[in-house]
Nanobody
Framework: EVQVVESGGGSVQAGGSLRLSCTTS????????MGWYRQAPGNECNLVSA??????TYYADSVKGRFTISLEGKNTVYLQMDSLKPEDTAVYYCAADPKQPAIAWPTTVLSCTPPRQYWGQGTQVTVSS
């Protein structure tokens, strides 16, 4: 059974940091690139960051230099978020897709919900000014 579970969300003030974690079971990172999408109320669902099975990374322009994606072992992916801004407030979803590499993932989809297969249920990040 495939499971994708996020943790680490919360509330911080602008300029603060959070680290999101995503633990998977039922598949390994040998089989799939990993990434994070986010969606704020009234906005579309956007790809924030991704990492390939060869450790190549992607970052949306809005988070470059502030967020870092990394893998630990074969089942955990992190998103370190520094210098957080109020506009980073959103629900963050851990995502995988064994059928296509992250380079082929859409950078924007209409909605993150309902979560797709190989996606988690989301974790809330709130940044206050």
């Amino acid at each position: 059974e495939v499971q994708v579970v996020e943790s680490g969300g919360g509330s911080v003030q602008a300029g603060g940091s959070l680290r999101l974690s995503c633990t998977t079971s039922g598949f390994s990172f040998d089989d799939s690139d990993m990434g994070w999408y986010r969606q704020a109320p009234g906005n579309e669902c956007n790809l924030v960051s991704a990492i390939s099975t060869h450790d190549r990374t992607y970052y949306a322009d809005s988070v470059k230099g502030r967020f870092t994606i990394s893998l630990e072992g074969k089942n955990t992916v992190y998103l370190q978020m520094d210098s957080l801004k109020p506009e980073d407030t959103a629900v963050y979803y851990c995502a995988a897709d064994p059928k296509q590499p992250a380079i082929a993932w859409p950078t924007t989809v209409l909605s993150c919900t309902p979560p797709r297969q190989y996606w988690g249920q989301g974790t809330q990040v709130t940044v206050s000014s």
